[in-house]
């Protein structure tokens, strides 16, 4: 079965300080995702990956950094952190793409104080 | 950009009964559309998909319907049971590296016995 691991599973962080969100797949994917779900929100895209050392944005990059150091690894990095990225962090990897099944990881709740 | 609708934010549905939520999208092009589903306080999982060259599609209890004219697709899933309860996330895509996931707000669906 596909695993998409991440940490850490919650953190609460301080507004203006920087938070890394970690995403491990052992799926052998190359598209790697990250998503923020609102409370009674569905899932908006931040950044993505298609390859190692590539990242690109998704429908809300703005505040987010992104690093695909491998093809496991996808980070999600927050400089300065605000009140309004209080939420939830899914990682999904798939094989091929956006018309492909995405496994999603077990969420990060962030709460920015 | 694509948008997303999901008509019914929460539904209710005896145990037995059939229950049917439904989505709408904007974008012509797209030609993927993926169904997830996220038990409380859990992570979103697969459940069936539908791509633009059929119009139907069943696996086991659940059935997706297409309407390409419409813009509208939906879930129909048969002999309601309590683990069918949880919150349906409807999506679309348009494919290619530009065709990013587009996600619906969810339905959160309960099924009473």
């Known amino acids: 079965e596909a695993a998409v691991t991440q940490s850490p599973r919650s953190k609460v962080a301080v507004t203006g300080g920087k938070v890394t969100l970690s995403c491990h797949q052992t799926n052998n994917h190359d598209y790697m995702y990250w998503y923020r779900q609102d409370t009674g929100h569905g899932l908006r895209l931040i950044h993505y990956?298609?390859?190692?050392?590539?990242?690109e944005k998704g429908d809300i990059p703005d505040g987010y950094k992104a690093s695909r150091p491998s093809q496991e690894n996808f980070s999600l990095i927050l400089e300065l952190a605000s009140l309004s990225q209080t939420a939830v962090y899914f990682c999904?990897?798939?094989?091929?793409?956006?018309?492909?099944?995405?496994?999603f990881g077990p969420g990060t709740r962030l709460l920015v104080l | 950009g694509e948008k997303v609708e999901q008509h019914q934010s929460t539904l209710s549905v005896r145990e037995g009964d059939s229950a049917v939520i439904n989505c709408t999208y904007t974008?012509?092009?797209?030609?993927?559309f993926p169904w997830y589903k996220q038990e409380a306080g859990k992570s979103l999982h697969f459940v069936i998909d539908i791509r633009s060259n059929v119009d139907r599609k069943q696996s086991q209890r659940l059935t997706v319907l297409l309407d390409k004219k419409a813009k509208r697709f939906s879930l129909h899933i048969t002999a309601t049971q309590p683990e069918d309860s949880a919150i349906y996330f409807c999506a679309a895509s348009k494919g290619g590296l530009s065709g990013k996931l587009t996600f619906g707000e969810g339905t959160q669906v309960t099924v009473i016995s």
């Open positions: 990956s298609y390859v190692a050392d590539s990242t």
């Open positions: 974008d012509t092009a797209s030609s993927y």
């Open positions: 999904a990897s798939s094989d091929a793409g956006f018309q492909d099944t995405q496994y």
